[in-house]
């Protein structure tokens, strides 16, 4: 591959043309957004993941990766754009529409196109529909075969934020090309740093495994969480509870918190039960218990403030914690912001340790951010994400320990 160019240079495609551009190919990094442009020009990265920044400068500076708002030619095309839901949690593949219609323009015989993001089955297929209309002078895999102008793959991202840069290089990459011709190329294509395995299927089988490796996280860490609200009318330490079950050789329970976060486990579930309602019982229930946490959490303050005997104006709530998950910056989707949001609509004293952020978001304009001394002198101690720093800490008083960092 002489040239790659990556479309969105997001939590994905950014590392992903750094990786590639550190091995000295020629990557060419599109993003609408002039500003994430500019930055990345200069050398710098606008989001955090450890070793990213240090990457990014030292391909921009090699020259290896220019990032432009405009495609441009190139070999292979890497399209890591969002997949959000809509409304009533259908999947929203807008993202890749605009991509497909972005890079048609300047596809010529012989390109490889990839598409990364999580996406429901099917979208694969969609995205070749698109480019085909776009390009009616070049053939597609899904009219011509193995003899087509254009090859085309899904294979999705499947990092882990926050090792990101460790887990592109070794984890294996499931590679389902539109034919088998279209799999191979895009196996070389990855082989280029991936030192992992790069499995091949097709297109639909590599959308749906993606679905599958997170929704079935979902559905484990619902189970834990159903566990702790159970445990919690029975009287019975939950982490206790797991750490006892987990000695047995064939059980490993995930451990509870206030909901589940983040840009993946709470959304790609759905994708599989948007196309399947009928079927996917058990997945739409495991999304349920765990979007139904925060509200639990959130009935347990009121609990604990009635106990202390003061008003919402005097009670003083101090939250540890909210990131969308331990030792990370990312507020993003974060079931701890979404409860500390609600608190401070109902509660004038709220304190916010949260040793990875220098300012609070919005809706917590009220809310002060304290360092560990600050939160220790509140009412209530309620801990919402498992920080290194937050589980040195000593908790005196009313504790609502929503990741068993207390207990134990
Ligand atoms: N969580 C719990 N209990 C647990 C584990 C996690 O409550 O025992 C919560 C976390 O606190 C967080 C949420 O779940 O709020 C998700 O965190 P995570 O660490 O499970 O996953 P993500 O969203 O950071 O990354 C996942 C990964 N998928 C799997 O592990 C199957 C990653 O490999 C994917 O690439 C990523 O989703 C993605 O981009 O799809």
Known sequence: MKTVSVIGLGYIGLPTAAMFASRKVKVIGVDVNEETVATINEGRVHIVEPDLDIVVHSVVESGHLVATTTPQPADAFLVAVPTPFK??????????????????????????VVLESTSPVGATEQMAAWLAEARSD????????????????????????????????????VIGGMTPRCSKEAAALYKIFVTGDCVITNARTAEMAKL???????????FANELSVICDKLDIDVWELIALANRHPRVNILQPGPGVGGHCIAVDPWFIVSRTPEE?????????VNDDKPAWVLDK????????????????????????KADIDDLRESPALLIARQLAKKYSSLRVFEPHIDSLPDGLEDAKLVDAAGAAQADIHLVLVDHQAIKKLHFDGIVIDTRGVVAG
């Open 87 to 112: 409304g009533d949690h259908e999947p929203d593949l807008g993202f890749i529409e605009k991509a497909s219609k972005a890079i048609a323009p300047v596809l010529k015989t012989g390109d490889l």
């Open 138 to 173: 070049l053939s597609f895999p899904q009219d011509a075969g193995e003899k087509s102008d254009i090859r085309i793959a899904h294979c999705p991202e499947r990092v882990l934020p926050g090792k990101v840069m460790q887990e592109l290089i070794h984890n294996d990459r």
């Open 280 to 288: 996917a019982r058990l997945i739409r229930t495991a999304r349920e």
């Open 212 to 222: 599958t490796e997170n929704s079935f996280r979902d559905v484990n860490i619902a």
């Open 301 to 324: 303050v009121d609990a604990a403030v009635a106990e202390t005997k003061k008003s919402s104006a005097e009670v003083s709530i101090a939250i540890y914690g909210l990131a969308f």
